[in-house]
C-alpha cells in the first residue's frame, strides 16, 4: 500500500479547509496535502448562499463567485413584516467560491486529491484514505485539519461531544419580482428555526431550517412544501422547484477544537452560529487561524502551538456562540409561548442581545 509523507492534511476543501491549507502554504515551507471526498469540490452546493459585503472585499471576489448585491434583510413574525435591517452582502454561487479557493491553495503549492475521504484512523495518527476507484493509502501527517463538516468522522474516531445538528432543506424557485433584500419569516410551525428567501436575481434560494423533533424526514419536506405553498400564494415566488438540496447545521460550539494532533475547523468544530446558522464568515477566519498555527508547529516542531489557536479562536467567536446557543436552548423550552419569546430570539432586535 503506497504511504504519503506531509506535514499537513487537511481534509475537507470546504471554506475552512481551504481556507486553513492557504494559509499554511502562505507561511510556511510545509507540505500540505488535502483531501475532498467530492469529485467536484462544492458540488452539490448545500448553503443558503449569502455572505456579508467584507467576505467579498476580504476575499477579492468578483463574477462569477457573486451574483447579486443585497442591502438588506426582511424579518417577518407570521407572515407580517416585523423588521428590515441593513445586512449589505452578497448572494454568490457557492460552488464557485469553494472551487475558487481551493484553486488559490492549489496555486500556493497545496496537493489536493478529490473524490478521497478518509476512512480510519490509527492509533498513531496515521490516516488511512480511499479514492472512488477503492484504491487506498496511508498518510503520516504530523498534523490533521479537520475540515470534514457538520457529520465529521474525526469527531466520531476522536469521541468528542456529540454535535447537536438540525435539518435544512431548500428549493430554489423562479422570483416574480426582483428584491435586493433577503427575508427570513418566523412561525410557530418552524420549531426552533425559520424559513428563508435569499433572492438570486430572477430566481431565489426558498428554504427552511428547524429542530427536529423526531426523525421522520418526511416532516421536513412537508414543512418546506407548506413554506412554499404560503410564499406562491403571497406572489413571492412561481413555478416549479429548480433544484433542491438538504444538510445539517451544527447548533453547538466544540469548546475544545484541539485534540493531541488534530484541529477542528468550521462546521466540524461547531463554528455555525446557533441561531442563525451562518458559518462561513467563521469557517474563513477559524480555517485561517488553524492554518497559520499548524505551519508555526511545523516550523518549531511543537504540536503544543497548536493550542494557540484554541485560544485565539475562542477569543474571537466563543462569546457570540455561546450566547446564540443559550438564546437557542431557551427558545426551544418556551416555544410554546412563541409570540412573547420570538424577538429575543432574532438577531434582528435588540431583545436578543440581552441576557440569555
Not at 484514505?129 to 474516531?157: C, H, N, T, Y
Not at 436552548?329 to 440581552?354: L, N, P, R
Request: with cysteine.
Amino acid at each position: 500500500m503506497e504511504k504519503l509523507y506531509t506535514d499537513i492534511l487537511v481534509v475537507g476543501a470546504g471554506p475552512a479547509g481551504s481556507a486553513a491549507a492557504l494559509a499554511a502554504a502562505g507561511t510556511s515551507a510545509a507540505s500540505i496535502l488535502v483531501i475532498e471526498r467530492k469529485k467536484i469540490i462544492g458540488h452539490p452546493v448545500q448553503c443558503a448562499e449569502f455572505i456579508p459585503a467584507r467576505i467579498a472585499s476580504d476575499l477579492q471576489l468578483g463574477t462569477p463567485v457573486c451574483v447579486q448585491k443585497i442591502r438588506g434583510m426582511h424579518t417577518y413574525i407570521q407572515g407580517r413584516l416585523a423588521k428590515t435591517t441593513r445586512t449589505p452582502g452578497y448572494t454568490i454561487h457557492r460552488d464557485k467560491m469553494d472551487q475558487l479557493l481551493a484553486r488559490r491553495a492549489a496555486d500556493s503549492g497545496c496537493r489536493i486529491l478529490t473524490s478521497t475521504r478518509a476512512v480510519s484512523m490509527s492509533e498513531d495518527g496515521t490516516v488511512l484514505i480511499q479514492d472512488d476507484e477503492r484504491i487506498q493509502k496511508k498518510v503520516m501527517a504530523k498534523i490533521v485539519i479537520a475540515a470534514d463538516g457538520p457529520l465529521s468522522i474525526f469527531r466520531r474516531w476522536l469521541n468528542t461531544p456529540r454535535q447537536r445538528l438540525l435539518p435544512a432543506v431548500q428549493k430554489r424557485f423562479a422570483l416574480t419580482t426582483r428584491s435586493d433584500h433577503t427575508s427570513v419569516y418566523f412561525s410557530p410551525e418552524i420549531f426552533g428555526g425559520y424559513g428563508w428567501v435569499f433572492p438570486k436575481n430572477d430566481h431565489a434560494n426558498v428554504g427552511l431550517g428547524f429542530t427536529l423533533q423526531t426523525r421522520n424526514h418526511m416532516r421536513a419536506a412537508q414543512l418546506l412544501e407548506e413554506f412554499v405553498l404560503t410564499l406562491k400564494e403571497k406572489g413571492v415566488i412561481e413555478g416549479e422547484p429548480l433544484a433542491s438540496s438538504g444538510g445539517w447545521i451544527p447548533v453547538e460550539p466544540l469548546l475544545k477544537a484541539v485534540m493531541d494532533k488534530v484541529v477542528f475547523v468550521g462546521d466540524a468544530a461547531g463554528h455555525t452560529h446557533p441561531i442563525t446558522g451562518a458559518g462561513i464568515f467563521s469557517a474563513l477566519t477559524c480555517g485561517e487561524m488553524a492554518g497559520r498555527w499548524a505551519a508555526e508547529a511545523i516550523r518549531q516542531n511543537d504540536v503544543d502551538l497548536l493550542q494557540c489557536y484554541d485560544e485565539e479562536w475562542r477569543d474571537l467567536f466563543t462569546r457570540s456562540l455561546v450566547h446564540a446557543f443559550r438564546k437557542r436552548t431557551w427558545m426551544e423550552a418556551e416555544w410554546q409561548h412563541f409570540d412573547q419569546i420570538i424577538k429575543s430570539c432574532w438577531i434582528a432586535f435588540s431583545e436578543y442581545h440581552g441576557s440569555a
